[in-house]
């Protein structure tokens, strides 16, 4: 029997810490890259539905469902691998060197932009599993943050009191740009008929100031002062940030994910998007209890029912056997057409959350699958080997 | 403090690992417990971050997640084996640590192991302990108690170690 446990327990556990073997040399990279996946994940129907949009203004008509709209049956969905089996491909478990490595966008063509362990990203051909190396000068410094718009990859690596941005065309096949070093960090990339637009931040204690900056290739950023305070979340779309207290500049108003009982019972708008490229200003109209919004089309909740709408309310779909824990927090990812969305669910802590239910919504033709991992930019990692589901093979 | 997540990561690491050790009692879980506690802080950085304390909620991450990673393991492997004897035993013992204790405590269910690294590590009070994980007050107190008991039996390995008994 011991007269002192207590005592003995702290000096115990602080000999435990001292004594702790250190974090891999790499712990960093791989926090880095399961963020940049999630936020990734997150950001997919946000930055690429500028696509659908710009589709539309480009070419005038866009058709993304039929007509008459098809209902889809929740309480009947299969694993999405049975719902899209021309979609799933089988990638290498490892790359070149045995290198682990995450997919992170699927640009089409059988072509897929991949992050390979402490590696800068390369394109993978899903077919022959060769890879091809970027043409980028990533200056061996840590990849920082990266977009893809419409026709180009962006990307900044972490440089002196700040980040470089580069630009390269998607298919890889021109070289890449320098577009300038941002006196700032959490750098974002829009890009229109090759002007590129950026929102960078700044922090001062526990404020956050957001710049916006018009780039190109061998010109010094350009300061975009009626953009300060907004931050790119879609394309060309930016947000407003909301005022904090005692701060000059303001955070971007976080887009919880909400429980559905306070979808139900305190609906949230969505924000007012401004086209950084266009001046364009545009607030997605509401058909039921938002659960989320891009400048394209809005899933929310409505009497039992998940909905789905184009942001300025047409279009509208109904599902049905969608059954969920009021007590759950729900959340949408919608992929670069508006095309697909991903609803998962989740119990409400966020520190120890485990995902309840997570399907894959075709909203053109109604179909819709169950799948266990989550959608990145036109991909969903099928969280089985290496196996992904290719959107952009479904027609 | 650190300009950005990544400064933050890497500023951190660390500690944060080894409070993983301390939680989990293997060096496999701390990084995997460190690695998942940081990449969702990522994700809601700028709030965090703007609370000024991004430590305490990745510390207060780690310590649910033990909790519940531990629960579904359960139901995966009924049969928790403990190892004879942690490789890191020796230097615990330089480290004025006592190893019987040590191996003791990776044996208590993970709610209790939670309390006492709150309480004797992070030397947070009671309800400060409840209100990280939770949980009543009554429950951190009567977690703790049963912990504790089960610890005061265990031999002062150290005492036994030093004496060569």
């Known amino acids: ?395 | 403090m650190a300009d950005d997540f990544e400064s933050f990561v890497r500023a951190r690491m660390s500690a944060l690992v080894r409070y993983g050790y301390v939680l989990s009692g293997n060096p496999h879980d701390a990084a995997d417990l460190a690695q998942e506690a940081l990449a969702r802080l990522g994700e809601r950085w700028p709030r965090v971050r703007a609370t000024g304390d991004p430590e305490g909620y990745v510390r207060t991450t780690m310590a649910r997640l033990h909790i519940s990673w531990w629960r579904r393991r359960r139901r995966e492997h009924p049969v928790r084996t403990v190892p004879e004897q942690g490789y890191h035993d020796a230097g615990l013992l330089a480290a004025d640590g006592d190893t019987g204790l040590w191996r003791a405590v990776a044996e208590l269910p993970p709610r209790q192991r939670v309390v006492l690294v709150l309480r004797y590590f992070e030397q947070l009070t009671d309800e400060e302990i409840a209100h990280e994980l939770g949980v009543s007050r009554v429950t951190v107190r009567s977690q703790a108690s049963r912990a504790l008991e089960k610890l005061r039996q265990v031999d002062n390995f150290r005492i036994a170690e030093l004496s060569g008994r």
């Open chain 1, 1 to 395: 029997m011991r007269n002192d446990v207590e005592g003995d327990l702290a000096r115990t556990l602080q000999a435990a810490f001292d004594v702790a073997p250190p974090p891999a040399p790499a712990f960093p990279e791989a926090v880095t890259r399961i963020r940049r996946r999630r936020r990734r994940r997150r950001s997919a129907g946000l930055t690429g539905a500028l696509g659908a949009l710009l589709a539309v203004v480009s070419f005038g008509v866009v058709t993304l469902r039929p007509a008459a709209a098809v209902v889809a049956d929740f309480a009947q969905a299969l694993d999405v691998r049975e719902v899209w089996p021309e979609a799933v491909v089988s990638l290498p478990a490892r790359l070149y060197g045995n290198l682990d490595y995450t997919v992170e966008a699927a640009l089409g063509n059988d072509t897929f932009l991949v992050q390979p362990a402490e590696r800068p990203p390369v394109l993978l051909i899903g077919s022959t599993w060769q890879t091809r190396p970027l043409d980028g000068d990533f200056r061996d410094k840590a990849l920082s943050s990266y977009d893809i718009t419409a026709h180009y990859l962006t990307w900044s690596t972490s440089a002196d009191s700040g980040r470089d941005v580069f630009a390269q065309p998607r298919d890889g096949d021109a070289a890449a740009v320098y577009l300038g070093h941002l006196p700032d960090t959490d750098v974002s990339v829009a890009e229109s008929d090759g002007v590129f637009y950026a929102t960078a931040s700044t922090r001062h204690g526990n404020d956050i100031d957001y710049h916006m900056y018009r780039l190109a290739a061998g010109q010094a950023p350009v300061p975009v002062s009626s953009g300060d305070g907004y931050a790119l979340v879609s394309g060309p779309w930016a947000v407003y940030g909301t005022p904090q207290p005692g701060a000059a500049n303001r955070l971007p108003r976080p887009w919880p994910e909400p429980s559905l009982a306070r979808v139900l019972t305190a609906p949230r708008q969505a924000p007012t998007y401004w086209n950084v490229v266009t001046g364009q200003r545009m607030t997605p109209v509401r058909r039921a209890s938002i659960i989320s919004c891009t400048p394209v089309a809005c899933v929310g909740h409505d009497n039992g029912s998940l909905v789905s709408w184009d942001a300025d309310g047409s279009n509208e779909v109904r599902t049905s056997g969608f059954t969920m824990n009021l007590r759950d927090r729900a959340d949408a990812f919608f992929s670069s057409s508006g095309r697909f969305v991903q609803v998962s669910t989740s119990t409400p802590r966020a520190a120890d959350s485990e995902v309840t239910s997570n399907h894959l919504w075709d909203r053109a033709t109604g179909k819709v699958g169950t799948l266990r991992g989550g959608m990145a930019f036109n991909v969903v990692d099928l969280d089985v080997d290496k196996s992904v589901l290719d959107l952009t093979r479904i027609r």
